[in-house]
C-alpha cells in the first residue's frame, strides 16, 4: 500500500489528511488528487508518499484509523518542482498563510489544488497530413509524386490543402498517416522581430562587468530615466543564458510588458510569458513550456516570479520600488524577497533595476547588504527634461480649472509642430463623487460605503474597491431630482475637455478600463507609436517603462492625489510617479519639457522631483524616517480582522492586541478602523505593529496565528497577517 500525506484545497484546514492507494498506482510529491472528504469529493496536493507491506485492514487496524482511498490521480507527473515546493513550505510560515494557499499563489489557475482547475482546457485541433515512414514512392503518377514530395519537404501538409483526389489516392495505397494536432496560439504573433545589436556605452558598459564580476548576489541598478537599463538587462540576461542558465525579468506593470517583451523578442528566442492578462489557457501553455524546459527566459509581472524555471543565473526586477510588487491578500510576498530566497538556491545573482529605488533597497544598498551601481546619464547624452511647476491656486485657465495656461500653451505649441504629448492624471473615471443638487445626496458603495465614482462611459457608477456596479438612471434616489454635481475629475473628464478644447488632438486613453480587453495595452501602445494619435493620457500606466522618441511634452494634471493620501510614504510615491512620468519626454534628439500641476509648489517632494534631485530627497526623507522610526528603521507589519459582524472584528482584535503588547520590542499602534473601514460588505479593525526585529513580528504572528485560528472561525472573522505591510489606511 501507498500512504499518501495530502493537503486538501480548502484553507481552513492546515494540516495534511492521510489517504491510501495500491501500489501499482503511479503518485508523486506534487501531484494533484482527487479524494472523498466531508460527504463530498475535492482536489488534494500530494506533500508526501510513503510504502507500507501491510494490507489496508491491516493498516486501518495497527493505525486505529479508518483510512479512505483516493478516487483518481489528476497528474501524471509532478506540476511542482522540489524548489518550489520548498519556497511554499518558507512563504507559509514567513507569510503565516495555510501551506495551501501557497501552493495555489505558485500554481497558474488550470494546475491549482482546487476544483475550479478541474475544468477542462481545450486546445483547437487541426487535420494534418504525413507520409509514412519507409513509404514506397516509386508506383506514384507524376502529380501524386509531386505532392508526396512536397508533404515531405514541409514535414505535413494541411488535409484541407490538399486535393481531395490526391489524399484519397495516396490513402487507397497505405502511404499516409493523418493526424489530429493540437494547434498551440502564437503568443508572439503581435511582435514583429527586429534584429538589432546592442552595443553598451562606456556607463552602461561598466555597470554589466561590475554585475558579472562581483562576488556579491543582490545588485541595485540605480540610473536616471533613459539610461539605458534595458540595455544592460539584455546583455546580462544574454550572458547567462549563453552559459546555459535561465533567467527571469519582472516588470510592476503589465502596461509595461508589451514593451520589453518587444525589446527581448528581438535578442531571444526562448521566451515565456506570465502575467494576469492572460487566459487559463495561455497560462498552463506557458506554465508547461517553463516546466518542459522549452524557454530560457520569463518576462512578466509579480506572479512571474514563481515561474518554475531551473539553473536560474539571473532575477532582475524592473523599476524595482513598484508597490505593485507586493501582494495585499495572502500570503502578503514582495517580489523581491522571493526573488532573493529563489537566487540563492541557485547561487544565481538579483538585479533590482529603477532611477527612483524604493527607501529600504536604497538604505540596504548604502550599507553595504546590496552592490549599488550607477547610471548617471541618458545613453543619448542628452539633457534631462526641463521641468515647470504650476500653482494652480494662481493659474487656471478659462475654459477648465484642470488646465493651467502653461499647459494649455505647451499642448498647443506641440500638436501644432507635430510632436507627441502624454498626460498624467493618476484617478480613473469621470468623476469620484457625485451629489444631488438640491438635497446633497451622496452615491455611495452598499458594500462599503464609500463613494462610488461615476463613468460617463457606459453611464455607469463603479465601485474601485470591490468592484461594485450600478447603471446611473439621473434621479436622485431620495427627491426625486435631476441635477447634481460631478465633483472631482478622473481621465474621462480630462480626455472630454482636451477633445473639445483641441482641434488637432487624437487621443487615446490607457487606465483600467480601456485595457481590458485582450492585449489592450499593445493595441494602445502600438497605435500611438505607429498611427497619427498624438496624446497618451493614462494613469500612472503611462508613468514607467514607456520609450517613445517622439514625446517632448509631458503634462501632470494633478500631482496632488498620491500627496493627500495619509500615509507615511506618501511623499515618496509623489515623488517616484513625478519622477518616472518626467523620464517619459525628451527621448529623443528633441530636448523634453515637464508640466507639474499642483495647489502645494513649495512641497519637497514635488520640487525635489522636478529638479531630478533623487539623492537630497532620499536624505531628506529619511531623516523624518528616523525621527518617527518608520522604514527602512524599522520593519512595519499589520494584522487586519475583518468580519460582516461589526462586534466580533472589535472584540478579536482586542484579544490579539492584549496577547502582542506584552512584547517590549513591538510599537503597535491599533487597534483601529483603517479609513476604508468596510470593504465588500466586512467590517475592518487593523494593528500595526513596528519592531527592528522582522524575525520576531514573523515567529509571533505565527503564535496568534495558532492561538487564535479556531476562535475567528466560531466569531466568523477572517485574519490577514501582512509582513511589511504597504496598506497603513
Known sequence: MKILSVLVEYSLFNTPFTYVCDDQIDVFVGCRVYVPFNHQNIVAYVIDVKHSNASFEQLCIQDNINYKYIYDVLDDKPILNDELLSLAKYMSYQYVTPLISCLQTILPPSYKPSKTSLKKITYKKIKKIFIKENANLANLTKTQAMWAKKIIEEKGILLKDLPVWIVSALKKQELIDILEIKVEDDYFKEYQKETKTITLN??????????????????LLQGVTGSGKTEVYIKLVEHYVNKNKTAIVLVPEISLTPMIIKRFKDKFENIAI???????????RQYDRIKNQEVNVVIGARSAIFAPLKNIGIIIL????????????????????????????????????????????????????????????????????????INMREEVSDFSPLISYSLDYEINRRLNNKEKIILLHNRRGYSPYVSCRQCGYMFKCPNCELSLSYHKNGNKFKCHYCNYEVFFNHIC????????????????????????????????????DTTSVKNGHLKILEKFKNEDYNILLGTQMVAKGLDFHDVTLVGVIDADITLAIADFRSAEMTFELLSQV????????????????????????????????????????????????YPPFSY???????????????????????????????????????????????????????SKDLSLIVDKFNEANKTFVNEAKERKCSILYDINTYQML
Do not use: W
Open 202 to 219: 562606456e556607463e552602461q558598459n561598466n555597470a554589466y562587468e561590475k554585475i558579472i564580476s562581483s562576488q556579491k548576489d543582490v545588485f
Open 582 to 629: 518626467a523620464g517619459r519626454a525628451g527621448r529623443g534628439n528633441k530636448q523634453g519639457e515637464v508640466i507639474i500641476q499642483t495647489y502645494h509648489p513649495d512641497h519637497y517632494a514635488i520640487m525635489m522631483a522636478a529638479k531630478h534631485e533623487y539623492e537630497l530627497f532620499y536624505q531628506t526623507e529619511m531623516m523624518f524616517r528616523h525621527k518617527m522610526n
Open 274 to 284: 506570465l502575467h494576469g492578462s492572460l487566459s487559463a489557457k495561455e497560462k498552463q
Open 318 to 389: 524592473d523599476e524595482e520600488q513598484s508597490t505593485s510588487y507586493k501582494q495585499d491578500k495572502a500570503p502578503t510576498y514582495h517580489a523581491k524577497d522571493i526573488a532573493i530566497k529563489r537566487a540563492k538556491s541557485f547561487n544565481a545573482k538579483v538585479v533590482l533595476g529603477s532611477a527612483t529605488p524604493s527607501f529600504e533597497s536604497k538604505a540596504r544598498a548604502m550599507k553595504g547588504v546590496y552592490q549599488i551601481v550607477y547610471l548617471r546619464k541618458r545613453a543619448n547624452n542628452h539633457e534631462l527634461p526641463t521641468t515647470h511647476i
Open 477 to 512: 434616489p431620495k427627491c426625486n431630482n435631476k441635477e447634481f454635481l460631478f465633483m472631482g475629475s478622473g481621465t474621462q473628464k480630462i480626455e472630454e475637455i482636451i477633445e473639445n478644447r483641441y482641434d488637432k488632438a487624437k487621443l487615446l486613453r490607457m487606465d483600467n
Open 636 to 690: 512595519m507589519s499589520s494584522i487586519t480582522i475583518s468580519s460582516a459582524l461589526n462586534d466580533q472584528v472589535c472584540i478579536l482584535s482586542d484579544k490579539v492586541f492584549s496577547m502582542l503588547k506584552n512584547e517590549k520590542k513591538f510599537e503597535l499602534l491599533g487597534p483601529a478602523f483603517p479609513y476604508v473601514f468596510k470593504e465588500d460588505g466586512k467590517y475592518k479593525m487593523r494593528i500595526i505593529v513596528k
